[in-house]
């Protein structure tokens, strides 16, 4: 027998059941991770509050008991969850650093921004990331600092660095079919050193993280009334502290250059986020962006190998959804789900 949910596509069409699954309520983990934390039962069976509460949600368990919390299959939202583990993949962290494993409640608010954004904005999403104090732990630019030299302190990197390697630009400077592209002999690196002709040329250089962390200063947890560490709360987004944010001019990838901000009357943050959301949107609107979340996104969701063309089609969506607006996920999403290489997948020969 056909089971369900495939009838239900077959019923509607693939683009009617795409639309449709735009308007479903959103299946949120975070209140299902709060339940199977304090259910003794879940935890000893499995250990993990936020695992069991993924599995649920995810496979729609039925509400089996009056305690259990609602059924997710009362408000299915399969192509949501499927595009939120996809962005998870992509936007990664993880629950292994000690400081994390014991924050189940924070993982999964953090894993509910994929759901909030997977038909949203990609900049939304991208900046809420660079907010989350689950980020903010894993790639450490919470509690990070303007730097000191007199006591050799200096802003930690690591974000900088992964929010352009992972998260928007790659490596390596691409074509819109998500292929290298190749210096023709008078393409400059970041450094403004020729790259010989037919090599690849970098996206950025250590000049450029070290500028991007600059910008990431003066965030800790948004629960405080003070830049301390402690009390921490994982599901409020972090908050810019003017006194400990670098305020001084920085040059950022390409050549955009921010200009030195005054700090904010009270600590309220203005000048850094004014700094922070600059610097995520110039990354957004960085050409590499397209095809290289474009080509993951395929890959999680259709193929592990697309080809250059099917990129270049996901990329173009990426780029403008029709109406002018860029890094619009619905689009892509749409894009991807009913391009021609998804839906007509080459058979395989046998041997």
Known sequence: PVPENVETVMAMGFEAWIEDQFLRPEGWLQPWTDWSAANAQAAALYGNAKQYAWWN????????RPDDPPAAEATPDPLRQRVAFALSQIL????????LAVEQRGMANYYDLMVAHAFGNYEDLLLAVALHPVMGIYLSHLG?????????RFPDENFAREIMQLFTIGLWELEPDGDRRLSDGTDPDPAGNVVPAGQPIPTYGNPDITELARVFTGLSFGNNANFALYPRDFTVPMKLWDAEHDC??????????????????????????????????NLFHHPNVGPFIGRQLIQKLVTSNPSPAYVARVAAVFNNDGSGRRGNLGAVVRALLLDAEARNAPSGTAA
């Open 248 to 281: 001084a001019p920085k040059t950022l990838l390409g050549g955009l250059v921010l200009p030195a901000r005054t700090p904010s009357p009270g600590n309220t943050g203005t000048a850094g986020m004014a700094d922070v959301t600059a610097a995520v949107s």
């Open 92 to 99: 990664v962290t993880s629950d292994r650093p000690e400081q």
């Open 144 to 152: 990070n600092q303007k730097a000191d030299p007199s006591i050799q």
């Open 57 to 64: 949600r995810v496979m729609g368990v039925p509400k089996l």
